[in-house]
T-cell receptor, first 112, second 114 residues
Framework: DQQVKQNSPSLSVQEGRISILNCDYT??????FLWYKKYPAEGPTFLIS?????DKNEDGRFTVFLNKSAKHLSLHIVPSQPGDSAVYFC???????????FGGGTRLMVKP | ETGVTQSPTHLIKTRGQQVTLRCSSQ?????VSWYQQALGQGPQFIFQ???????GRGNFPPRFSGLQFPNYSSELNVNALELDDSALYLC?????????????FGPGTRLLVL
């Protein structure tokens, strides 16, 4: 029973273009969503989060959009940079301090 | 730099053995969570400790147990190791257990069970 799904295992984007990473969830109890970035041999690094009372949150080059009716969220990276190449995980939580339920991840490759 | 450290970085054990993994949380973070990340998958929640007591548990058997200490350190113990326990084990700390508090992860311990 996968409550959080990232259907694209990989994404390749040209430097300077927009990267869009998608995530779908099934648990209606989630009220908080987070995106983490993971480099090899490192733990996940927090990127950006959004509360279910919002539909958009922006932080520099990163914007997260939440569509609660579709149970869908997306992460937009503009402009994409080669250093953004990593595995991106979305996660849902009933509250952020409690259990995080992660998707399977999307590997982003930004080509120079 | 999250301030969360884990030891050891790598570990090889044999099926049936027991293992203890350690985590040092960021100062002031009284909540620690442990996750298991199998190859090619996202992290899966094992359990969470708040003020030295278990505060929630995922779908893991009782042979997975933990401890949290007053000095912001914690342990994950796994008994009777199985081949499927081979994974990256991550700990994450946060300032408190309620509210919109982000969890910050350590670099993980990679466990291989032969």
């Amino acid at each position: 029973d996968q409550q959080v799904k990232q259907n694209s295992p990989s994404l390749s984007v040209q430097e300077g273009r927009i990267s869009i990473l998608n995530c779908d969830y099934t648990n209606s109890m989630f009220d908080y969503f987070l995106w983490y970035k993971k480099y090899p041999a490192e733990g996940p690094t927090f990127l950006i989060s959004i509360s279910s009372i919002k539909d958009k949150n922006e932080d520099g080059r990163f914007t997260v959009f939440l569509n609660k009716s579709a149970k869908h969220l997306s992460l937009h990276i503009v402009p994409s940079q080669p250093g953004d190449s990593a595995v991106y995980f979305c996660a849902g939580a009933i509250s952020a301090g409690n259990m995080l339920t992660f998707g399977g991840g999307t590997r982003l490759m930004v080509k120079p | 730099e999250t301030g969360v450290t884990q030891s050891p970085t790598h570990l090889i054990k044999t099926r049936g053995q027991q293992v203890t993994l350690r985590c040092s949380s960021q100062s002031g973070h009284n909540t620690v969570s442990w996750y298991q990340q199998a190859l090619g998958q996202g992290p899966q929640f094992i359990f969470q400790y708040y003020r030295e007591e278990e505060n929630g548990r995922g779908n893991f058997p009782p042979r997975f147990s933990g401890l949290q200490f007053p000095n912001y350190s914690s342990e994950l113990n796994v008994n009777a190791l199985e081949l499927d326990d081979s994974a990256l084990y991550l700990c994450a700390s946060s300032p408190q257990t309620s509210g919109q508090e982000t969890q910050y992860f350590g670099p993980g311990t990679r466990l291989l069970v032969l």
